[in-house]
C-alpha cells in the first residue's frame, strides 16, 4: 500500500465545524490549542496568522499547522506587543 499524501487546506472561517471534531488531547497544552483555534483563530487571522488544515487521501481532515507574525505565544496576549 502506497503511503498516505496529505495536502494541505487554507484555513477559513467556514471549516470551523470541520475542527470541532478533532481529537486535540487530554494535556493542558493540547486543550489551550483546541480553545485557540475554536475561540481565537478568526481574530488572529485577521492580524496575519496562516492556518492551514492537512487532508489525507480520504478527503479526512488530520491535522494542522499555523504561523502568527508573532511566534510567542500569539494566543496569550494578541495586543501585546512583543520586541
Known amino acids: 500500500m502506497p503511503p498516505d499524501t496529505l495536502v494541505y487546506v487554507p ?3 467556514d471549516m470551523l465545524d470541520a ?3 478533532f481529537n486535540y488531547g487530554d494535556e493542558p497544552h493540547q486543550q489551550e ?3 485557540w483555534l ?3 483563530s478568526i481574530p488572529a487571522m485577521t492580524r496575519g496568522t496562516n ?3 492537512y487532508r489525507n487521501q480520504a478527503g ?3 491535522g494542522y499547522p499555523m504561523f502568527d507574525i508573532c ?3 500569539p ?3 494578541p495586543g501585546e506587543k512583543i520586541d
Open 33 to 35: 490549542l483546541a480553545f
Open 60 to 62: 479526512d481532515f488530520i
Open 71 to 73: 511566534f510567542a505565544a
Open 75 to 77: 494566543w496569550k496576549n
Open 38 to 40: 475554536l475561540n481565537d
Open 11 to 13: 484555513f477559513t472561517p
Open 19 to 21: 475542527v470541532r471534531g
Open 51 to 53: 492556518i492551514w488544515l
